[in-house]
Structures are given as C-alpha cells and as structure tokens.
C-alpha cells in the first residue's frame, strides 16, 4: 500500500522560500509520475508540478501568475522522497500543499482524478 506523508510547510513572509518534502513507501515508484497539488480556502484543488521518479523529467503549471520559475520539484531516489522547493513566496501561495502519485506514463498528468495515492497535506501560509 502507497503511502505518502508530507512535511515542510509553516508561516513564512512573503517573498520567503520553504522547502516540502513528500517521503514515499509501500512500493517501488520508479513506473510512477509523483505530484504537487495545492487547495486554498473555498477554491478547487489545483496542479502544481510533477517529476517522474526516473528520469527526472518535471512538468510545471503554466496557468496565469504561476509557479513557474519559482517552484522548483525534485526526487531523492535513495531517501524516496520528492521536493518542492518554493521561493518568491506570495500570499496568493498560501494553501494545503498535498503530495500524490500517479502509475501512469508520461510527465504531462495534471488531473488530480489521475493520481491514486496522496498524502495528508502540509499547510503553507504565506503573510507578513
């Protein structure tokens, strides 16, 4: 059985950096796509980024004001555990950031229905 337990988040002020971690186990991942997503108060759940476990090929959302070129998703083979590294922090950041995993091909999967293992999720506030 996966299982998927993140930590990391807190309060930061904006224009800060935190670092999340997502420490994988209950299988081998290296056929799996492993994902961010994050979920603000009264919005849906929304994508992130997502990195294949081997390869390291990543995909970023490129929706308007994203992370993109601030966020920055990567694995530790060894530890089984994928980061997400976040700086340039704004308020609009702040969210429950939720680790998943997808056994699917391809690096472009974006659609939270396809990952069928997450984690708990890691609060991120982000205010001064």
């Known amino acids: 059985q996966v299982q998927l337990v993140e930590s990391g988040g807190g309060l930061v002020q904006p224009g800060g950096s935190l670092r999340l971690s997502c420490t994988a186990s209950?299988?081998?991942?290296?056929?799996?796509?492993m994902g961010w997503f994050r979920q603000a108060p009264g919005k849906e759940r929304e994508f992130v980024a997502v990195?294949?476990?081997?390869?390291?090929?990543?995909?970023?959302?490129d929706y308007t004001d994203s992370v993109k070129g601030r966020f920055t998703i990567s694995r530790d083979s060894v530890k089984n555990t994928v980061y997400l590294q976040m700086n340039s922090l704004k308020p609009e950041d702040t969210a429950v950031y939720y680790c998943?995993?997808?056994?699917?091909?391809?690096?472009?999967?974006?659609?939270?229905?396809?990952?069928?293992?997450w984690g708990q999720g890691t609060q991120v506030t982000v205010s001064s």
């Open positions: 998943a995993a997808a056994d699917k091909r391809g690096v472009v999967i974006t659609t939270p229905g396809d990952f069928a293992s």
């Open positions: 209950g299988r081998t991942f290296s056929g799996y796509a």
């Open positions: 990195t294949r476990w081997s390869g390291g090929r990543t995909y970023y959302a």
